[in-house]
């Protein structure tokens, strides 16, 4: 398995400019995780879906953040309009449907708004 | 509340020095516990997880931890570390949950780990 696939692995971008992070999580896990991880904050779970469905989005800073699951093997995080306290790593992880709930992780997205 | 202590933000150890990172959970049903581990510019990876059975789990790249109920514990040890062990060592607790429904994880700040030669 290729395991999870994130998409752009480094993003640069301006101010005021629109972001879409992308991910493809591992086929036939059922729950996907949206994180951010910062040297200030550390890795804060921003929100996760079970079964495409948003489940908890508690963790989603503010309004300009949203995330999709259109289907089981593709979600994006936007973020509009970015801001530089925006720059993170943000990473991926989908979980297989068992209760255990272990997740894996994907390579990440180094965001850096200037 | 729920929450994981990981009470050492740094450690420094010698190359083939034993090796303990702790970790300390507050979960009132029964916990999932997990170990990751995030090298430089990397995502994080699963070590070792525990659910039930035997306390001592044996994890990948030699690790082991040990589940001590009475001291809501889940520490993380390795007898001869490596250099190649020099990353950030992150503690997790989940929730136990029968529908199969994944719930979210709760995760400590972790430790970052530095090996001498």
């Known amino acids: 398995d290729a395991g999870v696939i994130q998409s752009p692995r480094h993003e640069v971008t301006e101010m005021g400019q629109e972001v879409t992070l992308r991910c493809k999580p591992i086929?036939?896990?059922?729950?996907l995780f949206w994180y951010r991880q910062t040297m200030m904050r550390g890795l804060e779970l921003l929100i996760y879906?079970?079964?495409?469905?948003?489940?908890?989005d508690s963790g989603m800073p503010e309004d300009r953040f949203s995330a999709k699951m259109p289907n089981a093997s593709f979600s994006t995080l936007k973020i509009q309009p970015s801001e530089p306290r925006d720059s993170a790593v943000y990473f991926c992880?989908?979980?297989?449907?068992?209760?255990?709930?272990?997740?894996?992780f994907g390579p990440g997205t180094r965001l850096t708004v200037t | 509340a729920q929450s994981v202590t990981q009470p050492d933000i740094h450690i420094t150890v010698s190359e083939g020095a034993s090796l303990e990172l702790r970790c300390n959970y507050s979960?009132?049903?029964?916990?999932?516990l997990f170990w990751y581990v995030q090298s430089p510019g990397q995502g994080l990876q699963l070590l070792l997880k525990?659910?039930?059975?035997d306390t001592l789990v044996q994890g990948i790249k030699g690790f082991e931890a040990e589940f001590k109920r009475s001291q809501s514990s889940f520490n993380l040890r390795k007898p001869s570390v490596h250099w190649s062990d020099a990353a950030e060592y992150f503690c997790?607790?989940?929730?136990?949950?029968?529908?199969?429904?994944?719930?979210?994880?709760?995760w400590g700040l972790g430790t970052s780990l530095a090996v001498n030669p």
């Open positions: 879906f079970n079964n495409n469905v948003p489940i908890d």
């Open positions: 979960y009132g049903a029964t916990p999932y």
């Open positions: 997790a607790v989940g929730a136990a949950n029968p529908a199969g429904n994944n719930r979210k994880l709760i």
């Open positions: 525990y659910f039930s059975g």
């Open positions: 992880a989908s979980s297989p449907g068992r209760s255990e709930g272990e997740q894996y």
């Open positions: 086929s036939g896990h059922n729950s």
